[in-house]
């Protein structure tokens, strides 16, 4: 009996060692499971339509779709998107504002346009796409190159795609011919 209560007395006590060793007073600087804001929906491989009120919206592929219920963003992922028949493009992520008409879209974005007149290719590292205006614009550098190879490198751009007007910080590197 007495190695018994010897026992479990031995086991006991590696118990607290164990638990007193793997315990720390410092914390990670992480949330509390409890306290993150998780996620109401993630989706695998799925659609997204940013303003689904308009004649022409933006439809979205993505690899991954994070969803909050609150007023965060809704986050993509290794996102392919088109609107209408002449607008396609892709980025790496894809941030949608919470009143789906906004969004921002980073990482080796491509956006091309082409319709019977005209054909346009633009590359950057960010753009935003505004639903209300359907138009893009961008602050940092971007590359835009004419169907007829000609290249505009430029700090600063807009775009309003219906009416074919693109609008140009300050000029980098080539010539704009009217």
Known sequence: MKAGNMACLLLASLLVILLVTSCTREGSG???????????????????????????????????????????????????????????????HASVSSDNKHAKLTGKVQIHKEDAENSVTIVTEDIIWDGNANTFSCEGEVLVTYGDGAQIRASGFSAAFDENLYEFGSILEGTLVQ
């Open 30 to 92: 992480q949330i509390p499971i409890g306290e993150q804001e998780l996620p109401d929906m993630e989706m695998q491989d799925a659609w997204y339509t940013l303003s689904q009120d308009s004649d022409s919206p933006l439809v979205m592929h993505a690899s991954q779709i994070t969803i909050y219920r609150t007023d965060r963003d809704t986050m993509l992922e290794n996102v392919r998107f088109t609107q209408g028949a002449e607008l396609s493009g892709s980025c790496e």
